[in-house]
């Protein structure tokens, strides 16, 4: 029963960054679109979809506050304020996407704030994960580290990059989904962020292997997870191909396949923690019970009734937006 909760985690994380991520990505373009007509095309692009796929955090903290109360507690006792942050930003986001449409002598003000909250959100969520990945300061079960005990120069780097990352998400969205100048826009951009996002992957590797002695054994010790990076090379030259190519389908799912094979080597390093070296997911885990009775509603109903849902959104709004640049 522990597996499956932390199979479900994994899967919720893994579809928020990707759903969410390039509504984000879309909403930091957003910010440097050179005329209105462009920003009305990439605000369409995401309109159907975006609070749907706000949902899955939602999905994803519930699983963490029910299933690993240890490692949510630990969290939100750590993240206080980085969280604060990124829902500040997503409210904004939200309350900016449709504002922005009533609002006309003011509209550049919930222009700059959906480009801004979009920024600010993708920001802290890489803040956290570099500081998680960095390794809190914990001790008998509890964090340590005081009101600012996340915050480090690799963690910023880290949100430099997630920023970076969805940004490129965004692009290739927007190659998806639009047409004409938006779409020979975000061409002409895909091949700086895919650049930018490896360098950053390879500093981050590089600092991993380095700074921290036992993730470097346990990829010495265990050759085989080098099989996500080796995805994730060849999901790049597939992206670099579909581009030249203009194939507008491909650019996101490869990068896609990057972000999940990224997603995959980090969870695979850390295994069996949940938060680096200190708890494990057998520590974290609630009582069986407390699993089995979630299972029953969360987990055998809300669970694959989320992912029908996403599902078929996905499949009634899979056309390109009428909107084009033209207009």
């Known amino acids: 029963m522990v597996m499956?909760?932390?199979?479900?985690?994994?899967?919720?994380?893994?579809?928020?960054?990707?759903?969410?991520?390039?509504?984000?990505?879309?909403?930091?373009?957003?910010?440097v679109a050179s005329d209105e007509a462009?920003?009305?095309?990439?605000?369409?692009?995401?309109?159907?979809?975006?609070d749907g796929n706000e949902t899955w955090l939602v999905v994803s903290g519930v699983i963490l506050w029910g299933a690993f109360p240890v490692v949510y507690s630990i969290l939100?006792?750590?993240?206080?304020?980085?969280?604060?942050?990124?829902?500040?930003?997503?409210?904004?986001?939200?309350?900016?996407?449709?504002?922005?449409?009533?609002?006309?002598?003011?509209?550049?003000?919930?222009?700059?704030?959906?480009?801004?909250g979009s920024l600010v959100a993708a920001f802290t969520q890489g803040l956290m994960v570099g500081a998680l990945?960095?390794?809190?300061?914990?001790?008998?079960?509890?964090?340590?580290?005081?009101?600012?005990?996340?915050?480090?120069?690799?963690?910023?780097?880290?949100?430099?990059?997630?920023?970076?990352?969805?940004?490129?998400?965004g692009t290739c969205w927007l190659v998806r989904k639009c047409e004409d100048e938006v779409r020979d826009d975000a061409y002409r951009i895909i091949p700086y962020l895919s650049a930018?996002?490896?360098?950053?992957?390879?500093?981050?590797?590089?600092?991993?292997?380095?700074?921290?002695?036992r993730v470097m054994t346990r990829w010495l010790d265990r050759p085989f997870l080098f099989v996500f990076p080796a995805a994730g090379m060849l999901a790049a030259i597939m992206l670099a191909a579909s581009i030249q190519r203009r194939q507008d389908a491909l650019p996101f799912l490869m990068v896609a396949v990057i972000f999940a094979a990224a997603f995959g080597t980090l969870a695979i390093s850390f295994w069996p923690?949940?938060?680096?070296?200190?708890?494990?997911?057998?520590?974290?885990?609630?009582?069986?019970?407390?699993?089995?009775?979630?299972?029953?509603?969360?987990?055998?109903?809300?669970?694959?009734?989320?992912?029908?849902?996403?599902?078929?959104?996905?499949?009634?709004?899979?056309?390109k937006v009428v909107t084009s640049a033209k207009q």
Do not use: K
Request: glycine fraction near 10%.
């Open 76 to 116: 939100m006792s750590a993240f206080y304020l980085p969280v604060l942050l990124m829902l500040a930003g997503l409210i904004l986001r939200g309350v900016a996407f449709e504002f922005r449409y009533r609002a006309e002598r003011l509209r550049w003000i919930w222009s700059a704030s959906f480009a801004g």
């Open 133 to 169: 990945v960095q390794g809190l300061p914990i001790s008998d079960g509890r964090y340590v580290g005081g009101e600012f005990g996340w915050f480090s120069p690799f963690a910023v780097l880290c949100g430099i990059g997630l920023c970076v990352g969805y940004a490129l998400l």
């Open 273 to 319: 923690y949940m938060i680096p070296f200190s708890i494990t997911v057998e520590q974290a885990a609630a009582p069986n019970s407390s699993l089995a009775f979630m299972f029953w509603g969360a987990g055998l109903f809300v669970f694959p009734l989320m992912l029908l849902y996403t599902a078929i959104s996905l499949t009634v709004f899979r056309g």
């Open 38 to 50: 462009r920003r009305h095309a990439m605000m369409s692009a995401v309109a159907p979809v975006w």
């Open 196 to 213: 930018a996002l490896l360098v950053f992957l390879i500093v981050v590797l590089v600092y991993a292997m380095a700074d921290n002695f």
């Open 4 to 31: 499956f909760w932390v199979t479900l985690l994994a899967v919720s994380i893994l579809i928020y960054v990707l759903l969410d991520g390039s509504d984000l990505g879309v909403g930091m373009l957003f910010g």
